[in-house]
């Protein structure tokens, strides 16, 4: 039998054979051991897109992977001030079942339930009342998608029961709907629209104008945000967005500070390189109390920055310019610096580095007054093995309130720090533990305090 070497020696079936040796190792873990890895990183990896490939363009940032054409890629505009997402088909969160369902349990020690004063105004004045606490939530994923279009879903419902409340009702229940819808009608023309809304009982300081202390009442936090993109050449895009905020209180006692927000804005884009847009944008927006008409108010926003990609690793956006406010009722308006920025750094593979932060106007606590605040989040997500993932995560939140017509001004400056590790026991079943500590120092006497949360729970993934 006659045999020819270069029938033998096969390039292609080499390289084909090396690529997939390859590429499973770059992505750290097995196909079997991935879900601590993705528990770890969120499947949205948060990057910033050029003019074009807000369109689906392509990804054309220096150093970035370049995706199959066979690959629909979707960019999603983010809600004002945070990064925007891309997802790719049959990748990260798009690669996963159409639905996915979880519960989970878990039980912890609040110390400081009622965020009562660490010094009170009287010797004889509250203590802090400390409380065991049970939970149970549930959870449900949705996903799917075609060459033109997305939609995703993520809901969740949960309960929590405490031993000890002094007074107060001893169970919270709260939830969380969010959904992302997208539509290509053209390669220029893209519509979205974002749903992003939590039903609370505990104060959350990376939302913008809700409670920062702990109320009798749960209450309903929900942004909406809808846009329409057209790509007029490869490096000048244009944006109309409108979006909606409104904040609802269960307690009828509260709900004089019910409010609703509609925004609309104009933004351009121009690319000037494969690593920075330049964006200018102006928008308008109305605030209306339903039960408070003295405390409507209009503001003008008129800003410039840039979304950049500096490398493969550090992307970015940065919103900053002025914002002017008008209360019903009253001449003149006051006038307030607005900063809107976010940062993403992949620090490896299994590890990511978030930031975002704002400084503006947010809703007053009563009439007559305006209100300045400043927050910052910061999270750092590392995945330690395949099996064990850990996150920690700072919010910062620094608030002046003062009246209209001058006054003094009253400040109060809150930190919040979390640490949490989850560790896998298969890819269904994983364990969870966690502690929380929050701190409120402010000038008016008798409102600082301290709080420590610590959880052991775990969640099942059907």
Known sequence: MKCSRQKLWRPKAVVA?????????????CAEERTGSEAAVPATVPLVPSSSSLLGG?????????????????????????????????????????????????????DNVL???????????PKPVGSLFQQAGAGVQFQMFDKRSLFTMDASLGAMRYAERGGLKKDDLNGGLS??????????????????????????LSRANTPQNQLDSEFLSASTRMDLSYRWSPRFTSVVSLSDNLLKFQSRAQQVSDFNETIVGTELQYLIGPRCTLVGEVRAGRVVYPEDAARDSRT???????????????????????????????????????LEGSLSYRVNPGGRFTMQTRLGFEEPGAAGQERQVWRTSVSYVQALSARL????????????????????????DTVEGSVRLQYFLTRRVSFNAGCTHTMLRATQAGRDYARNRMSLGMEYQF
Not at 89 to 94: I, P, S, T
Not at 192 to 204: G, K, R, V
């Open 300 to 338: 003008a926003y008129l800003l410039g920055g840039t979304d950049f990609r500096l490398s493969p690793r550090l992307s970015g956006t940065l919103r900053a310019g002025q914002s002017v406010r008008s209360f019903a009722g009253m001449g003149g308006g006051q006038a307030s610096p607005h």
């Open 389 to 412: 993932s850990a996150y920690a995560g700072v919010n910062y939140l620094h608030q002046t309130d003062r009246g209209i017509g001058g006054g003094e001004a009253q400040g109060s």
């Open 179 to 204: 959904a992302s819808y997208l539509y290509k009608f053209t390669p220029r023309l893209q519509f979205t629209a974002q749903l992003n809304s939590a039903y609370l009982s505990q104060p959350d």
């Open 115 to 125: 965020q009562t004063p660490s010094h009170s105004l009287s010797v004889n004045g």
């Open 17 to 29: 054979l090396v690529l997939a040796m390859v590429v499973p190792i770059r992505g750290g873990v």
């Open 58 to 110: 392509g990804l054309v940032e220096g150093g970035a992977r370049v995706v199959p054409e066979s690959e629909p890629v979707f960019v999603l505009p983010a809600i004002y001030g945070t990064t925007p997402a891309i997802l790719t088909g049959g990748a990260g969160r798009l690669g996963k079942e159409r639905v996915t369902l979880s519960g989970s349990v878990s039980v912890g020690y609040d």
